[in-house]
């Protein structure tokens, strides 16, 4: 597809089970990052990937957020024993290089999780 | 540790006034700036962005501004359109960092 993919696009799921949100990146591009939003608040950074590189995953909140990323494709993001609040909008973005490297971000349109 | 800051939670303005969005950072390594709008139920898409080597970038209706000094950036958009209506985020990054550092966004209102 033409731009970055997510699925699914809203999940509910119980407090205590497991969730894998999956993203597409936009064919080609060697990085891919992992946001989430809670509800009014910010887009806070969970992690990061660049081509063959160890992920920076220095904005995972816990140990139950993990995720992987194969080769320069798919990602997933699995939350273990979900709390309510991991509650929010998880979205990924891809980039052609390093955002640093004066490129930008393009998000896909994000999963509604809600733990009940 | 906030490292990106939108002061402004929401503004509200006229159709064809200018609206003037603002952005402190305190990470003097950041060297590129951008800002995106999110519509509600959709992912942020981009808008406009800024070198550090730079203090204006213009296209279109949408001009940012780079204080380096002061660590601040603005956007401006002018003329304000009904369609501009938007949660509208800061964010920075670093050539060595490589991931993007947002703001907690504003929600722009655009009335007729």
């Known amino acids: 597809g033409a731009g970055v993919s997510q699925s699914p696009s809203n999940k509910v799921t119980e407090k205590g089970k497991d969730v894998e949100l999956r993203c597409d990146p936009i064919s080609g591009h060697t990085a891919l990052y992992w946001y989430r939003q809670r509800l009014g608040q910010g887009l806070e950074f969970l992690i990061y990937f660049q081509g063959n590189s160890a992920p920076d995953k220095s904005g995972l909140p816990s140990d139950r957020f993990s995720a992987e990323r194969t080769g320069e494709s798919v990602s997933t993001l699995t939350i273990q024993r979900t709390q309510q609040e991991d509650s929010a909008v998880y979205l990924c973005?891809?980039?052609?290089?390093?955002?640093?490297?004066?490129?930008?971000?393009?998000f896909g349109q994000g999963t509604r999780l809600t733990v009940v | 540790d906030q490292q990106v800051k939108q002061n402004s939670p929401s503004l509200s303005v006229q159709e064809g006034r200018i609206s003037i969005l603002n952005c402190d950072y305190t990470n003097s390594m950041f060297d590129y700036f951008l800002w995106y709008k999110k519509y509600p139920a959709e992912g942020p898409t981009f808008l406009i962005s800024i070198s550090s080597i730079k203090d204006k970038n213009e296209d279109g209706r949408f001009t940012v501004f780079l204080n380096k000094s002061a660590k601040h950036l603005s956007l401006h958009i002018v003329p304000s359109q009904p369609g501009d209506s938007a949660v509208y985020f800061c964010?920075?990054?670093?050539?060595?960092?490589?991931?993007?550092?947002f703001g907690a966004g504003t929600q722009v209102v655009v009335t007729p």
């Open positions: 964010a920075a990054s670093a050539v060595s960092w490589g991931k993007l550092q």
């Open positions: 973005a891809s980039s052609p290089d390093r955002v640093g490297g004066y490129t930008e971000a393009f």
